[in-house]
């Protein structure tokens, strides 16, 4: 089958808006969280976020948003955006320019987008408020295509002019790997050249503390140790928001165009739990599946795999579930890959957390290291022989795997090898 490349990213994350912030801050170890300012009341029982930093969408109004320097999109253009569509908009620019795309690249039959996102209850609760109090003729014309899910393809498909394949995926958080799997899937029969892959998320309060009812976010008021997936003390999730874009194209287009790309994506798999709407199966069965079909389908021994990303969140069960399927994929080989979760750093995604750490992944091939699992001072005992890392480490995973979670017991694992 054709062999498929990332040839460009974007960022906008709480660790840094650029690949050179985002990669520095990976080896570094350094994280977005901090005390979030709208949830200093007395009634939020969370204090913790790791919001996107620069940029001000805190007002129902577009004209009151500030980006930072040098970012610039035209009032009829920010007219259907949310605060995540700005973010995808910014790191679409960036992943374009970081592959060398030309207009005529980017707009061809042969050139498509997926996405994913939860859209944006920020603006959908406001547009409902309204449409109640106010009228339904007193609602912005563009506030659908603003704040639901498919707002991310429906604004960049429209104002970059794609014209190949485009869709949205809604599988909360394993959204953005499905969109990437799917992509490569398309990529490999033939039907496109290349993809652009997207992941965002508004990550800002109505985004984010709904999860509290759920007991999902984490209660720390220390941001230094609020996100420490595979501690014994981990208490929940820190929330995050951002977009990430991916291009991945075929290899016949990276031998046209004479680029270098990042790595290889080598292939991926999805399974189930078929266990509880919320909650992952305390074995780790659809994740352990996901990885063996992953590994197999892409000719992978366990032995080969040098790095893994986790899902792992710094939920109690979450991790627990992971570090048994990993274990089952793993021991028997007798291997003990370099295992870290980049959201102590990140925090959590979401539907954007696969596509981001995707792209971590793709840096980490590229430029030689694995970022290490921060904020872990007891490690939990069900991580016992998982080779867990707390600090980056100066080597070049030759084959990196990505795993996401989402809800339903949706499990997503990507294989990205160097790329040769």
């Known amino acids: 089958m054709p062999r498929v490349f990332i040839t460009g990213l974007g960022f906008i994350t709480s660790i840094g808006n650029d690949a050179a912030t985002v990669t520095k801050s990976l080896r570094e170890l350094r994280h977005g969280l901090e ?30 948003w500030t980006f930072p320097a040098g970012i610039v999109i035209k009032r009829e253009v ?38 994913a996102s939860g859209g944006s209850p920020f603006l959908m609760g406001h547009m409902l408020e309204r449409m109640h109090k106010q009228g339904v003729m007193r609602c912005s014309p563009l506030g659908i295509v603003a704040s639901i899910s498919g707002a991310v393809q429906f604004n960049l498909v429209a104002h970059f002019k794609i014209k190949g394949s485009s869709c949205g995926f809604a599988s909360a958080c394993a959204s953005s790997s499905h969109a990437l799997g799917f992509a490569y899937d398309d990529l490999v029969t033939g039907r496109q050249k290349r993809m652009f892959v997207v992941g965002a998320e508004d990550g800002n309060m109505d985004a984010i503390l709904p999860f509290a ?9 220390d941001p230094s140790s609020a996100s420490r997936p595979f501690d014994t003390g981990r208490d929940g999730f820190v929330g995050t928001g951002g977009g990430v874009v991916l291009v991945l194209e075929t290899e016949e287009e990276v031998i046209r165009r004479g680029v270098t790309p990042y790595c290889e994506v080598a292939g991926w798999a999805q399974a189930s739990d078929g266990h509880n709407v919320a909650i992952s199966h305390p074995e780790g069965l659809g994740l352990r599946a996901a990885m063996a079909n992953a590994l197999r389908v892409t000719g992978t021994a366990p032995e080969d795999v040098d790095y893994v990303n986790a899902h792992a969140t710094s939920t109690p069960i979450g991790d627990a579930s992971e570090a048994k ?55 939990d005992p069900e991580c016992a022989g998982l080779n867990i890392i707390r600090s980056t480490l100066a080597a070049q995973p030759k084959v990196a795997l990505n795993n996401v979670s989402g809800f339903g017991g949706a499990n997503v694992s990507i294989v990205f090898k160097q790329a040769r």
């Not at 955006?81 to 992943?95: D, K, L, N, R």
């Not at 759920?214 to 008021?221: D, E, I, K, V």
């Not at 291997?335 to 980490?364: D, N």
């Open 35 to 64: 005390l979030y300012a709208p949830f200093q009341n007395s009634e939020v029982p969370v204090k913790v976020a790791a919001p996107v930093k620069d940029f001000f969408t805190d007002s129902v109004d577009v004209e009151d």
């Open 325 to 379: 399927a990993l274990r089952a994929v793993f021991d028997p080989s007798g291997m003990r890959p370099a295992i870290s979760s980049t959201k102590a750093l990140t925090g959590h995604g979401l539907s954007l957390a696969g596509a981001m750490e995707s792209g971590f992944c793709a840096l980490a091939v590229r430029d030689g290291f694995m970022p290490g699992s921060a904020h872990i001072t007891q490690l």
């Open 213 to 221: 009812g759920m007991r999902a976010l984490s209660l720390s008021t």
């Open 78 to 115: 920010l007219r259907g955006m949310s605060p995540h569509v700005v973010y995808a908009w910014c790191a679409m620019q960036q992943a374009i320019a970081d592959a060398k795309l030309g207009d005529a690249e980017v707009s061809n039959e042969a050139t498509g987008l997926y996405a």
